[in-house]
């Protein structure tokens, strides 16, 4: 079993910034794949950023440019650094673990991000 524990969020005004971060209880491998998945009110939950354990990324179109993801300092760390933030951001965020080697899967209880003026 592994625990993720998130911290940051908070309210922000449009073009303004954030930082999530995000602590796996338990080592990553290179092959897992750390991220950030975001929920908005009536809307599925979509994929923001993930990095592996190796350090590849990726992102989801609306992000690329203004969100970075990346490891911390522990190697079970992960950040999300979201720049230029707009409304449409406004979201539940959730830290996930694909831990794929073991096969499981693992969501933190999530952090709201709303930004309005």
């Known amino acids: 079993q592994v625990q993720l524990v998130e911290s940051g969020g908070g309210l922000v005004q449009p073009g303004g910034s954030l930082r999530l971060s995000c602590a796996a209880s338990?080592?990553?491998?290179?092959?897992?794949?750390m991220g950030w998945y975001r929920q908005a009110p009536g809307k599925e939950r979509e994929l923001v950023a993930g990095i592996t354990g190796g350090g590849n990324t990726n992102y989801a179109d609306s992000v690329k440019g203004r969100f970075t993801i990346s490891r911390g300092n522990a190697e079970n760390t992960v950040n999300l650094q979201m720049n230029s933030l707009k409304p449409e951001d406004t979201a539940v965020y959730y830290c996930?673990?694909?831990?794929?080697?073991?096969?499981?899967?693992?969501w933190g209880q999530g952090t709201q991000v709303t930004v309005s003026s």
């Open positions: 338990r080592s990553i491998a290179n092959i897992d794949v």
């Open positions: 996930n673990l694909n831990r794929r080697s073991f096969g499981d899967n693992y």
